[in-house]
Structure formats: C-alpha cells, structure tokens
C-alpha cells in the first residue's frame, strides 16, 4: 500500500493530464449540476460534456513521456510496470469519475432519494468505456490521440452509417435495427446508453462493447510489461 501511495504522489507531481484538465472538469460540473438542478430530466444532456472531457483525461499516454524519461525516478524504482501503469491509469480517470460522482448527487439531492439516472447501469457502463478504451488506445501514442481517432470514427460512422448512432438505440432494437449495429452505436457513442436500465435484451448489448474496453487494457497493460523503454529525445 506505502509504494501505491508512493506513486500516487509521483503522478500528482508528474500528472499524465495537462494541468487545465481540473479546471476544465470544475467548470463542467458546475454547469453539469445547475442543469440537473434545473431540470432533472437533462441528466444526459448534463452529463455529455463531462463523458467528452473523460474521454481526453483519459487519453493521456503513457510509452512517449516514459521514453522521454519523465517516468524514469517510478520505472527503476523497483515497482512493478503493472503497478504504475495501473496507477497512471486510475490518475488519469480519477478527475472525471470524481466529478461524475458529484452530479450523481447532485440529482440524488433533487430528486429526493429516487432513482438516479446518472447512477444506472447504462450509465456506469458508459463511464467504464470513455475510463478505458480511451487510455488503451492512447498508450503507444502521443497524449490526445486515442480522443481524437474515438471522434474521427464516430464522426465517419454517422456519415457512412447514421442509423448506428441513433440516440434511442435500446428502442431502435424494437423498430427493426440490427443487434450488430446498436452494439456499434453503444460503442462509439456510450452517451446513448446513460439512464438506461438493461432490461431484458438490452443486456447483451452492452457486452461486446466491454469486452473490446477489456480486451484493450488486458492488450496496454501487456504491452507497458513487455516492451522495451528505450530513451529518447524530447521533441
């Protein structure tokens, strides 16, 4: 627990988000609490702008700044490479998970002790995919991205294929729309899925999108385990 805490301190100091990530989650959840105090029903709407903020913390890399030796005081420290980049991995989500939190109780709050759409199985699923994918995706590769090639396939998708991000996606199962093209929304566009409950059908459809998150970090953790670290210059 003493070389967890240890390296926790080392990534408040060495952050893998640029320092204006925690303004930027302040800000939103500010805005993201006063819209569901408004309007409890908006909970989507509030909580689209933190799943994009959690989608770029998350994007924060890991292989490029360990190369450039910004790593190197937690690399020889006898740690495991398992263990920091678990690490790395929990600071670079924590911001957003944290500010999540707060607008689940803000609407806890409202809404009096009713069911808490920010906290319902969709929705915790959608976070799970902007915490994770995002982080594997971006661990050989500078800062950003995985964020901007997640956007860059949903923006394709909704060009070539707009049916596949129909907001309703879970009713659009009822109207007739492929099993393979609702699990393609829910993963391109995890949004579709915060509120919903899974009842049913509905519960497989969110499998194949986890299992790609778990099949990614199963891949980025292996791969900061086996691969070398070569140094390099700073560009």
């Not at 199963?218 to 670290?229: L, Q």
């Amino acid at each position: 627990m003493g070389r967890v805490i240890y390296l926790v301190q080392f990534f408040r100091a060495v952050p893998p988000t640029p320092p204006l990530m925690g303004p930027a989650f302040a800000i939103t959840v500010v805005v993201a609490s006063a819209i569901v105090m408004a309007d409890p029903m908006r909970v989507r709407q509030a909580l689209m702008p933190l799943l994009m903020l959690q989608l770029f913390a998350c994007s924060s890399g890991f292989m490029i700044p360990a190369r450039r030796g910004h790593y190197d005081l937690v690399l020889t420290s006898g740690d495991t490479r398992l263990t920091i980049a678990s690490v790395h991995w929990m600071m670079s989500m924590l911001p957003g998970i944290a500010a999540w939190l707060v607008v689940s109780l803000v609407e806890a709050i409202v809404l009096g002790g009713a069911s808490v759409s920010a906290l319902a199985p969709g929705s915790v699923v959608a976070w799970a995919l902007v915490s994770t994918l995002p982080w594997a995706l971006t661990v050989t590769l500078p800062r950003f991205a995985g964020a901007i090639g997640w956007l860059l396939a949903l923006a394709v998708t909704a060009t070539a294929a707009p049916g596949a991000l129909n907001v309703d996606l879970f009713s659009s199962i009822a109207d007739g729309s492929s099993w393979f093209e609702a699990a393609l929304g829910l993963l391109l566009y995890p949004p579709a899925m915060v509120g919903e409950d899974f009842a049913g059908p509905q519960v497989w459809l969110a499998a194949p999108p986890l299992l790609v998150a778990a099949f990614a970090m199963v891949y980025a953790f292996g791969w900061i385990d086996h691969e070398d670290i070569p140094l390099e210059a700073s560009q």
